[in-house]
């Protein structure tokens, strides 16, 4: 049996919504657990700490905005994601200012959800207790460095060239676990092209650009020398 992706706990007073979630998510390899309310989230947070947590903004009870904050008096590194319905996406921005990694919106775009989660649960890793492992393995800081740069895009550079990048960085970590070193190089060459393109264009910030340039050399380092 393959080990899981990571924890993830959904967090939503309507059953069909946590249903669609679970599955999708079970079905890519994560565990996951569920909560019908923010009395229940909490005290599933506080009993076996997820790596990430997708929370409806609108619950009856404690609604998702004060479950974050108690959350966050909880656990200071653990990524949230906030579940919102488009008339909601004011106030799902917001959250970002009480420490949401970010926010989805229903109906779900998976391909973004799928990208958001994976960029979460690279940000809990970054700053969990676990750090200076994580910081020692050269593929999750180049993730954890990408996500970190694309999500300080714009809005269009974000939906291109942040996209691509995003799926390169995920890319060439899969390969190198699978010891796919030839294939690997390919996805960090795709990287070091988009960085160019990216910074050409004046989407990437100097300082963004060279925390992942960095990064990328350690990966390439990481690699073993082609015969």
């Given at each position: 049996?393959?080990?899981?992706?990571?924890?993830?706990?959904?967090?939503?007073?309507?059953?069909?919504?946590?249903?669609?979630?679970?599955?999708?998510?079970?079905?890519?390899?994560?565990?996951?657990?569920?909560?019908?309310?923010?009395?229940?989230?909490?005290?599933?947070?506080?009993?076996?700490?997820?790596?990430?947590?997708?929370?409806?903004?609108?619950?009856?009870?404690?609604?998702?905005?004060?479950v974050l904050r108690r959350i966050r008096k909880l656990d200071g590194t653990l990524s949230v994601i906030m579940v919102t319905a488009n008339e909601?996406?004011?106030?799902?921005?917001?959250?970002?200012?009480?420490?949401?990694?970010?926010?989805?919106?229903?109906?779900?775009?998976?391909?973004?959800?799928?990208?958001?989660?994976?960029?979460?649960?690279?940000?809990?890793?970054?700053?969990?207790?676990?750090?200076?492992?994580?910081?020692?393995?050269?593929?999750?800081?180049?993730?954890?460095?990408?996500?970190?740069?694309?999500?300080?895009?714009?809005?269009?550079?974000?939906?291109?060239?942040?996209?691509?990048?995003?799926?390169?960085?995920?890319?060439?970590?899969?390969?190198?676990?699978?010891?796919?070193?030839?294939?690997?190089?390919?996805?960090?060459?795709?990287?070091?092209?988009?960085?160019?393109?990216?910074?050409?264009?004046?989407?990437?910030?100097?300082?963004?650009?060279?925390?992942?340039?960095?990064?990328?050399?350690?990966?390439?380092?990481?690699?073993?020398?082609?015969?």
């Amino acid at each position: 049996m393959s080990p899981s992706l990571g924890r993830i706990l959904v967090v939503d007073d309507e059953a069909p919504v946590r249903e669609v979630l679970s599955e999708y998510f079970t079905s890519q390899g994560y565990t996951v657990d569920e909560a019908p309310n923010g009395d229940e989230a909490l005290a599933t947070i506080r009993r076996d700490r997820p790596d990430l947590v997708l929370l409806d903004i609108r619950m009856p009870g404690i609604d998702g905005v004060e479950v974050l904050r108690r959350i966050r008096k909880l656990d200071g590194t653990l990524s949230v994601i906030m579940v919102t319905a488009n008339e909601d996406v004011t106030l799902a921005r917001e959250t970002l200012k009480l420490g949401a990694f970010d926010y989805v919106a229903k109906p779900f775009d998976y391909e973004y959800l799928d990208r958001t989660v994976s960029a979460g649960l690279v940000q809990s890793s970054a700053t969990s207790a676990a750090d200076e492992a994580v910081k020692a393995d050269p593929w999750r800081r180049l993730a954890h460095a990408i996500f970190r740069a694309t999500r300080a895009m714009n809005a269009t550079a974000r939906a291109s060239t942040g996209t691509r990048l995003e799926a390169a960085a995920l890319a060439a970590a899969r390969e190198a676990a699978a010891r796919r070193a030839s294939v690997a190089t390919e996805h960090l060459e795709e990287i070091e092209l988009l960085l160019s393109i990216a910074a050409d264009l004046g989407d990437l910030p100097g300082t963004d650009r060279t925390l992942v340039e960095t990064a990328l050399e350690a990966a390439r380092r990481a690699l073993p020398a082609a015969r």
